[in-house]
């Protein structure tokens, strides 16, 4: 049963809400999965922040356009899901990632990184990346690390000064 126009409009909308609301996107061809199998691609998208949503294309191309974001033409071929990223990328394209190892039949077309239009080969890099917490973590050692070396640096002479002079003290208690 095809779309009414008022259906049309609406899964539009539906698609504009979800690209405003998304920091990227991954797209990948899921032709030959179960139910089953889609529904657990679904639960493990959910689970690293995004959202999967299977796109009619040619209203999936006029959302993006009205959103003035670029059309990934090549990527919006033959049936399309795609992860919408609500929270960080990098774990819906690791969900994508991994459910591709271990489904044949589901194949990553690329994605989206803000007007960036993503190779499957960078979206496997992304998967790689490490999650935000650990990436904060890192760039807060790499921060502190040369502040305690110039701390420890400017007061390894107070401190030699503060023993010599407790030395002399203790000398002059002694004597």
């Known amino acids: 049963m095809p779309l009414t126009r ?5 899964l539009i909308e539906q698609y504009m809400d979800l690209l405003r609301n998304s920091h990227g996107l991954i797209l990948a061809d899921y032709r ?7 529904q657990g691609l679904r639960r493990q998208v959910k689970d690293a922040g995004g959202h999967l949503q ?6 999936f191309r006029i959302a993006m356009q009205r959103v003035d974001m ?5 990527l919006l071929v033959g049936p399309v899901v795609v992860g919408f990223c609500v929270q960080d990328v990098p774990p819906v394209a690791k969900a ?17 990184l803000g007007e960036t239009i993503l190779s499957v ?7 790689k990346l490490p999650p935000m917490e650990v990436l904060r973590g890192q760039l807060l050692g790499a921060i502190q690390g040369p502040m305690t070396n110039l701390v420890g640096v400017i007061s390894a ?7 010599v002079l407790q030395a002399r003290a203790e000398q ?4």
């Open 96 to 112: 994508f990632v991994e459910f591709g190892k271990e489904a044949a039949s589901f194949t990553i077309k690329g994605g989206m």
């Open 32 to 38: 030959g999965l179960t139910v089953k199998e889609m």
């Open 121 to 127: 080969e960078e979206v496997e890099n992304l998967a």
């Open 6 to 10: 008022a259906q049309k409009e609406q």
């Open 172 to 175: 002059g208690e002694a004597a």
């Open 54 to 59: 299977v796109v009619k294309n040619t209203l």
């Open 70 to 74: 670029p059309v990934p033409e090549d």
């Open 157 to 163: 002479p107070l401190q030699e000064i503060a023993y």
